[in-house]
């Protein structure tokens, strides 16, 4: 169950790593979310939906055109490249500064919970950098494929990739659970 949790919390602070970056830097965020599938709860504020989903294998701040062209002043793809870089990394750079800190006042206090959840965070976040369609470690490729190819060419190219990724992705997802579930369960992490 802690596990459950700490995993809910990572991704809450990941998500909202993207959204605060992303709404700095007046860029539209369409949909905040926590898990996949239909939503659970699901509130608009601001122009932005904010909802939990059921599988709670990983969330999403789904940004204006994020991989499609548009000439909105707001849209992902229309952002410099300093900011796509800054919105598409910000989840990642939570993790890995709030699992350090955790680590650090977890093994310091002894709280075993605390350091595990950090460790956890940590790991994760680094995991996100792999450059792996789906992942935010992809979006600094699609970025150098825009200059290449031109955004209209890169981003129903990358639209694409990214659907056939993203499956993968998830089901490679649930087929790893029960080995993480007796993993914890067996004291190995």
């Known amino acids: 169950m802690a596990f459950i949790l700490s995993l809910i919390l990572i991704i809450l602070l ?12 007046k860029c539209r965020v369409n949909k905040f979310s926590i ?14 939906t904010y909802q939990i989903a059921p599988i709670l294998f990983g969330g999403y701040c789904e940004l204006d055109n994020e991989l499609s062209y548009s ?13 796509k870089i800054l919105i598409s990394l910000a989840g990642i750079f939570v993790n890995v500064v709030t699992g350090i800190i955790a680590c650090y006042i977890g093994s310091h206090s ?8 950090g460790y956890y965070s940590t790991w994760i976040g680094l995991s996100n950098l792999l450059p792996i369609p789906a992942l935010d470690g992809s979006y600094p490729l ?16 990358w639209s694409k990739v990214n659907n056939l990724f993203f499956k993968w992705l998830m089901i490679l997802n649930a087929l790893t659970l029960p080995i993480l579930a007796w ?6 992490i």
């Open 14 to 25: 990941h998500e909202l790593g993207h959204l605060i970056v992303a709404k700095l830097c």
């Open 35 to 48: 898990g996949f599938g239909k939503p659970l709860i699901s509130k608009e504020y601001k122009g932005t």
């Open 71 to 83: 000439r909105s002043k707001r849209a992902f793809t229309n952002k410099t490249y300093t900011q």
């Open 110 to 117: 002894g709280n075993i919970f605390i350091f595990k959840f």
């Open 142 to 157: 699609i970025f150098l494929f825009e200059k290449k190819w031109g955004k209209k060419k890169t981003y129903l190219f």
């Open 183 to 188: 993993l914890i369960y067996a004291g190995k």
